[in-house]
């Protein structure tokens, strides 16, 4: 189907697992996706864009300007086509055996500025995992930084911005650490906890647009992300996410077209639990 013709999406953390399985997704139905990661994920970011023929931008989220340059791909850059035609009179005057060539070269530039944002997924998330004993301020702000106030930041320029369209579509990703916690993750649990908070005053804020705010709580995923954990964490996170096979991005994905989907204009300020029904929570 093509639920998602003619809709302009922003997937963050585009190159991750449930990124990029997220930004396949919408484009499968028919998005122009725009992928945003950070520099480092250049050549994956690039790669995926190209197969999805969107557009990749590297960015970090928490960079001051990141909601700037999120407005300006998707507001005020222009695709720019150039047309030239050439047109070639030639006057033959017999009499005096005088050929005249004329050339008129016309260039004419068409300017057509892409409409604005229709889906937004704030997917770009990290953990910095640590007993609370043992966490350092800066491993508590980074992830504050990246998985809360980077989203917040980003959506109060895009609305400065108007670069949000009318019923438009935001998810962001939460977690099930976010609602039944998780031991040494105390960093990381309250981010998207407080997440969710953002998503349920958003949801209220931009209800009069048509616009839903909508979270995602993945619970044990298998990404990059949950690849760096010990292994009887990976074990047993995949036996508590037994009706989806381990838990796999594509699990989320699918949740997040939903979400994402014009006439789910119904559902606004939830989170959706996408855990197999298992964990706690
Ligand atoms: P991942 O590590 O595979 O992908 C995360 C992506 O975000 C990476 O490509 C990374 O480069 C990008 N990113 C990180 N910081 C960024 C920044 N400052 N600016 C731009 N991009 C940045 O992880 P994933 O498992 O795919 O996680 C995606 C989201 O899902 C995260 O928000 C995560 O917290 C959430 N989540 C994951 C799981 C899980 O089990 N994997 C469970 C619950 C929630």
């Known amino acids: 189907g093509g639920a998602f013709v003619g809709k302009t999406a922003v997937v963050t953390g585009a190159a991750g697992g449930i990124g990029a399985a997220t930004a396949r997704r919408l484009a499968a139905d028919g998005a122009r996706v725009l992928c945003v ?10 790669s995926l864009a190209a197969e999805l023929k969107g557009q990749a931008l590297a960015l970090d989220i928490t960079a001051p300007d990141a909601g700037a340059k999120l407005v300006a791909a998707t507001t005020t850059t222009t695709t720019t086509a150039t047309t030239t035609a050439t047109t070639t009179a030639t006057a033959t005057t017999t009499a005096t055996t005088t050929t005249t060539t004329t050339t008129t070269t016309t260039t004419t530039t068409t300017t057509a500025a892409t409409s604005g944002i229709d889906i937004l997924i704030h997917n770009a998330g990290i953990t910095r995992d640590r007993t609370l004993q043992r966490m350092s301020d800066a491993e508590w702000h980074s992830v504050m ?5 980077a989203v917040i ?8 911005a108007g670069a949000l369209n009318a ?3 935001e998810v962001c990703l939460a977690s099930i650490s976010g609602i039944a916690g998780n ?4 960093n990381y649990s309250a981010s998207k906890a ?6 349920q005053a958003r949801s209220v804020a931009l209800q009069a647009r048509g616009i839903t705010v909508n979270a995602v709580a993945p619970g044990f995923i298998e990404t990059a992300m949950t690849g760096r954990m010990p292994m009887m964490i990976r074990e047993a996170g995949r036996r508590l996410n037994a009706l989806s096979q381990g838990g796999q991005p594509g699990d989320v994905a699918e949740a997040i077209a939903f979400l994402a989907r014009g006439d789910a204009s119904g559902v606004s300020g939830q989170t959706l639990r996408v855990c197999g029904q298992s964990l706690l929570g």
Not at 194 to 199: D, F, P, Q, T
């Open 167 to 169: 019923n438009a579509r």
């Open 194 to 199: 407080a997440l969710i908070g953002h998503v």
């Open 37 to 46: 990661d950070v520099p480092q994920a250049q050549a994956a970011l690039s």
């Open 153 to 160: 930041n980003i959506d109060r320029a895009l609305d400065a």
């Open 145 to 149: 930084n990246v998985n809360l106030r």
């Open 183 to 186: 031991a040494g993750q105390t």
